[in-house]
């Protein structure tokens, strides 16, 4: 059974950092991309960041590159995701999840658009100014 479960998640004034974890059970890392998503209220889910474990890649997208960092551990089947230099705009719940990378083994796309299949419970970022 895939499970997914965030953690790291709380407030910090403008500026600041956190780091979130996501623990990851029932599959093996090489054979998933792990993404972050966040959903802000009243706006659309927005896929953050994504690791290919296989290959040592990330993705992300154009208003955290830069300042945020995704990471994994094997090890501890662990994928982190460093955000620095938070602002206002990344206030949000924000979610770790998982897809079979081998469904998209002929993708051109970013791994940001891809369907993702399993996702945890979420943790709420909240950053003041």
């Given at each position: 059974?895939?499970?997914?479960?965030?953690?790291?998640?709380?407030?910090?004034?403008?500026?600041?950092?956190?780091?979130?974890?996501?623990?990851?059970?029932?599959?093996?890392?090489?054979?998933?991309?792990?993404?972050?998503?966040?959903?802000?209220?009243?706006?659309?889910?927005?896929?953050?960041?994504?690791?290919?474990?296989?290959?040592?890649?990330?993705?992300?997208?154009?208003?955290?590159?830069?300042?945020?960092?995704t990471s994994s551990d094997k090890a501890k089947n662990t994928v982190y995701l460093q955000m620095n230099s938070l602002k206002p705009?990344?206030?949000?719940?924000?979610?770790?999840?998982?897809?079979?990378?081998?469904?998209?083994?002929?993708?051109?796309?970013?791994?940001?658009?891809?369907?993702?299949?399993?996702?945890?419970?979420?943790?709420?970022?909240?950053?003041?100014s």
């Amino acid at each position: 059974e895939v499970q997914l479960v965030e953690s790291g998640g709380g407030s910090v004034q403008a500026g600041g950092s956190l780091r979130l974890s996501c623990a990851a059970s029932g599959f093996s890392f090489d054979d998933y991309y792990i993404a972050w998503f966040r959903q802000a209220p009243g706006k659309e889910r927005e896929g953050v960041s994504c690791i290919d474990s296989s290959i040592g890649a990330s993705y992300y997208r154009p208003s955290v590159q830069g300042r945020f960092t995704t990471s994994s551990d094997k090890a501890k089947n662990t994928v982190y995701l460093q955000m620095n230099s938070l602002k206002p705009e990344d206030t949000a719940v924000y979610y770790c999840a998982a897809t079979d990378r081998r469904r998209y083994s002929d993708s051109v796309d970013s791994p940001l658009i891809y369907e993702y299949d399993y996702w945890g419970q979420g943790t709420q970022v909240t950053v003041s100014s």
